[in-house]
């Protein structure tokens, strides 16, 4: 079941958006790493260009396991329906209290860039509240044009 708590003071995973969101606006690429969701910098080490994006997945109370998952386009489609493309990967866009806007990343079409550059921008978005979302796993750093 969902944490319904009305004081959202401590809300440990809107804290760790924020700080994901502030690294992302001032982003800067770092060698050194300790691969955390919260560390302080966001870090491209081996690669030529600055990281401006931690990719995430989000986990809701009541999905099993299952990565929370949404339409790559803005069109009125339902994950599950054919022929509809979606992704359970996300950059954080903003966080206001326990809800958080993300947009939606797809897999890099250019199979050619997809170790640099694993995912590209799409202009899907959503705002989910964040005392339903129970787990965000990060992924590696990296630079996503379009932002």
Same mark, same amino acid.
């Given at each position: 079941?969902? =944490?319904? %708590? +009305?004081?959202? &003071?401590n809300?440990c995973?809107? &804290? !760790?958006l924020?700080?994901?969101? !502030? *690294?992302q &606006?001032? #982003?800067?690429? $770092?060698? #050194?790493?300790?691969?955390?969701?919260?560390?302080?910098? *966001?870090?491209? $080490?081996g690669?030529?260009?600055?990281? =401006?994006t931690r990719p !995430?997945? *989000?986990?809701?109370?009541?999905? @099993?396991?299952?990565?929370?998952s949404m339409p /790559?386009t803005?069109? @009125?489609?339902?994950?599950?329906?054919?022929?509809?493309?979606?992704?359970n990967?996300f950059r954080? +866009? %903003?966080?206001?209290?326990?809800? #958080?806007?993300?947009?939606?990343? #797809?897999?890099?079409?250019?199979?050619t860039?997809?170790a640099?550059?694993?995912?590209?921008?799409?202009?899907?978005?959503?705002?989910m @509240? *964040? @005392?339903?979302?129970?787990? !965000? %796993?990060?992924l590696?750093? /990296?630079?996503? &044009?379009?932002?």
């Amino acid at each position: 079941m969902c =944490n319904n %708590k +009305e004081n959202n &003071e401590n809300c440990c995973i809107a &804290e !760790i958006l924020t700080v994901i969101n !502030i *690294l992302q &606006e001032n #982003a800067e690429c $770092s060698d #050194a790493c300790l691969d955390t969701c919260d560390r302080g910098f *966001l870090g491209c $080490s081996g690669q030529s260009v600055g990281c =401006n994006t931690r990719p !995430i997945m *989000l986990y809701t109370c009541c999905g @099993n396991g299952t990565p929370w998952s949404m339409p /790559t386009t803005k069109d @009125n489609v339902v994950c599950g329906d054919t022929g509809t493309t979606c992704s359970n990967v996300f950059r954080v +866009e %903003k966080v206001d209290g326990c809800c #958080a806007t993300f947009r939606v990343l #797809a897999p890099n079409p250019d199979t050619t860039a997809v170790a640099t550059r694993p995912y590209v921008a799409t202009n899907s978005f959503f705002t989910m @509240n *964040l @005392n339903c979302c129970c787990v !965000i %796993k990060c992924l590696q750093d /990296t630079f996503v &044009e379009c932002i």
